[in-house]
């Protein structure tokens, strides 16, 4: 927001105030502003400025205690009052913020910034008629192009939650058209034109080239040469990934086991977090990572060479086209190799990506002209899913075990999706309703945000009756992140959304035991699901076409006892499988950074090679690295940048556990069957199990742990399920090459069932225990 201006109320306007908000001295505007409040205590002007100086010194807590004194004195004030929303909205307090803009538009009607802070607030707060409302307010009082710019943001962000996708994107291609050297457009407009059913893959590719020209080409011929970096082929890489996630949000879901688990023998991991606020997630992290480096509120220079004076050789970009993105930074060419991958379905565009790690069935063979980035494809899924990323030990809980499939006591099929509604289009809600009409009895559920307000059920369930959905075979159900995972005991075959696949929701529900209905697409963000179920060796459940789809999800729905027994094993069969095994994919990753580093040092010693002389090349030396040193044991990292053998941490268990065994009896202290665990030590040994747990899910020896503490604590069934998994981790013995040749098999299988060809970038000979940090 702007510095506040000249008071509206007549007062006494210190010049050595205005001179300290000309110079920008903040620290000395705010000992201005306080002695002018202590002197005099509704000094109107030292309170509209010191809450904004003491933003702008950093200080973000005092700012805010500021803004609400002074909002207090001066209700009216709406200058005062739009500047404490901006920095409430900035530190994700939108429920404080939102009474005040709502103030705000009132005394300002006629100024478009207004509506359009109280859109902006909405969308976080999940009212979208509201923000869409507010949005066409701030279309309506638009001065200039960059007002109108503003307006279409936040007209296109709820149009696109509202469902009504194909609109967000012509509100987004005006947008670019008004200003074009706005970034944030191009994000935007690409994140919607994924859910848009008439975007094609060569839409979004010439999207995202035209970032990359309008952002990146005048940079190109600035970029680093790297050539004082230490070119020796075998050492330790510094490893920086770069991502506004680090927190609770759906990348976590895949990038949380490989930050633990990635070989740090071979490899330091350097975090560079995006993003201005913490969380429980945040914390893990740091724990994980041997540097966490926060670049939020820093220009894209200053990002750039933040990251080149962490010497990093290889930066990882987890966002791509979404919010919070660093692209404007790492075009900057930080480092010599830079990869992209997980956060955004598609490319970049950008010239300065080098690679984009994918896999065969998620981008097919003749996929490469869709990217600026050349695809490296895993011999296994491209992404590893871990469940429970808010409360990791939930994973364990009984409430999160697999359940009978509902149709077995209510005696119909309940067909359900979980997605974000905007990615159900009327071509996708048509299709489930050609499917309710063939499987007679059975249900939909639509799990949603906002479907609890009275008038969008009315609204969607109106929607879904127009195209075949009857009203009364259709359960709406309220998105809330509290029942995450459990709505899936309500739903006996989940349906995905297309062209737009489930990401992290088909992951969650094959987790849960849901077998899942997916359309292929032509490109990655159609084929999400399918290469979840291609590596399960589940590609009967992947549809080549609409009628297939029908086929695929009324067969599954024919045998209530068959579907129970398959939902009663599909648990161990998505663990078992490449889908979720973090050891393996931690591996394989390392064997792709590793082969792309040794890219880098072939294209530059041998410039005049062909791209085949330099991948044969590399291809000879990964085949023939250097033996493998001594195994490291694996690390745990117990606080933020405290990482120490597992055997160590084993110890530190035992000693809370001897120490918590000799206080009082749990039991005969406290009820039976109580949330509260006895003494500290009972605490600190349940801690450090987590802690254990979150950097190498399954380990036996922290499950054993936890299973004694809630016997202890009178948790019988919880102490059971935390058993059940240690005695079942400690059964399983998992082989590293066999995992790799059956994920293999699997794609191989469902590429021959569409008469596509496979195609993958692993290594051929390469021994799984080379460079592999042991478990």
Not at 130 to 148: F, I, V
Not at 253 to 270: C, K, N, P, S, W
Not at 483 to 490: A, K, P
Request: some cysteine; aromatic content about 8%.
């Amino acid at each position: 927001m702007k510095p506040p201006t000249t008071s509206i109320q007549p007062e006494y306007l210190s010049p050595k105030l205005e001179a300290a908000q000309a110079a920008s001295n903040w620290p000395l505007l705010v000992r201005l502003c306080r002695q002018a409040i202590r002197k005099h205590g509704r000094h109107h002007k030292a309170h509209r400025l010191l809450g904004f100086a003491l933003r702008q010194d950093g200080k973000i807590e005092a700012a805010l205690v500021a803004y609400a004194k002074a909002a207090a004195l001066w209700p009216q004030d709406a200058e005062l009052l739009i500047n404490y929303s901006d920095l409430l909205l900035m530190q994700g307090l939108n429920n404080e913020a939102l009474p005040l803009l709502e103030k705000v538009v009132a005394l300002r009607p006629e100024h478009s910034i207004c509506w359009v802070k109280l859109s902006q607030c909405c969308y976080a707060l999940l009212l979208h008629e509201r923000g869409y409302e507010a949005s066409q307010q701030a279309l309506a009082t638009a001065q200039g192009a960059l007002q109108r710019v503003d307006a279409l943001t936040q007209s296109a962000i709820h149009r696109r939650e509202l469902g009504q996708v194909r609109e967000a994107v012509q509100d987004c291609r005006e947008a670019i058209s008004l200003v074009p050297d706005a970034a944030h457009l191009y994000t935007n407009c690409l994140l919607f034109m994924l859910a848009d059913p008439s975007c094609t893959a060569n839409d979004l590719a010439e999207m995202a080239s035209s970032f990359s020209e309008r952002f990146e080409k005048p940079l190109q011929p600035h970029w680093p040469s790297f050539a004082a970096k230490d070119r020796s082929p075998w050492r330790r890489l510094r490893i920086g990934v770069v991502s506004p996630d680090f927190r609770n949000h759906a990348v976590m879901y895949f990038t949380e086991g490989l930050l633990a688990q990635l070989d740090r023998q071979q490899f330091e991991v350097i975090a560079f977090y995006n993003h201005p606020v913490d969380d429980l997630v945040t914390t893990r992290v740091q724990c994980h990572v041997d540097e966490f480096i926060r670049i939020h509120g820093m220009s894209a220079e200053k990002q750039a060479q933040t990251i080149m004076d962490a010497d990093i050789d290889i930066a990882i970009d987890l966002a791509g086209h979404t919010g919070g993105n660093a692209l404007l930074a790492l075009m900057r060419k930080p480092a010599p190799v830079q990869v992209s991958t997980i956060g955004f379905p598609g490319t970049t565009g950008m010239k300065s990506m080098d690679w984009w790690i994918s896999d065969a069935i998620l981008d097919p063979h003749d996929a490469q002209q869709w990217y600026s980035e050349r695809l490296y494809r895993l011999p296994i899924r491209a992404a590893c899913y871990r469940p429970m990323i808010r409360n990791p030990l939930w994973r364990y809980q009984p409430a999160y075990q697999v359940r009978p499939t509902p149709a077995l006591e209510n005696g119909y099929i309940t067909f359900g999706s979980c997605n974000n509604l905007g990615k159900l289009t009327d071509d996708v809600l048509r299709l489930w309703g050609s499917l309710l009409q063939i499987v007679p009895g059975s249900r939909l559920l639509i799990e949603g945000k906002n479907l609890e307000k009275e008038d969008i059920r009315t609204a969607y369930t109106q929607r879904c009756a127009l195209l075949g959905i009857p009203a009364d075979r259709l359960d709406l159900v309220n998105m809330n992140t509290a029942n995450q995972y459990l709505t899936y005991h309500r739903i006996d075959i989940a349906l995905d959304p297309f062209p737009l696949t489930g990401g992290t929701s088909s992951n969650d529900l094959l987790w849960m035991g849901v077998p899942l209905v997916t359309l292929k697409g032509d490109g990655l963000r159609g084929r999400m699901s399918s290469s979840i179920l291609a590596y399960m060796g589940r590609h009967e459940w992947i549809a080549r076409n609409q009628e297939e789809y029908l086929h695929i999800a009324s067969t599954l729905a024919a045998d209530i006892t068959a579907l129970n027994d398959l939902r009663q094993n599909l648990r161990l069969e998505t663990e078992a499988s490449s889908v979720m095994r973090e050891d393996l994919y931690a591996y394989e990753i390392g064997k792709a950074l590793r082969t792309m580093w040794l890219h880098w040092l072939e294209q530059s010693d041998h410039p005049e090679w062909t791209p085949a002389q330099v991948d044969e090349r590399v291809l000879y030396l990964m085949n023939n690295m250097p033996a493998a040193p001594d195994t490291q044991e694996f690390l745990i990292g117990v606080a933020p940048g405290s990482r120490i053998p597992l055997s160590q941490t084993y110890q530190k268990l035992q000693n809370f556990l001897d120490l918590a065994k000799n206080g009082p009896p749990p039991l005969a202290t406290q009820q039976a069957g109580s949330d509260v665990l006895s003494n500290k030590f009972w605490i600190k040994a349940t801690e450090l199990a987590e802690s254990i747990l979150c950097a190498k899910p399954h380990d036996p020896v922290a499950l054993t742990v936890l299973a004694e503490i809630e016997n202890a604590h009178g948790h019988l069934d919880f102490g059971r399920v935390y058993l059940q998994e240690a005695l079942q981790a400690l059964n399983q013995e998992k082989a590293l090459e066999p995992a790799v040749e059956q994920a293999q098999k699997y794609a191989q299988a469902a590429s021959a069932y569409w008469g596509e060809t496979f195609c993958s970038s692993g290594t051929k000979n390469f021994h799984p225990s080379t460079f592999h940090q042991g478990n």
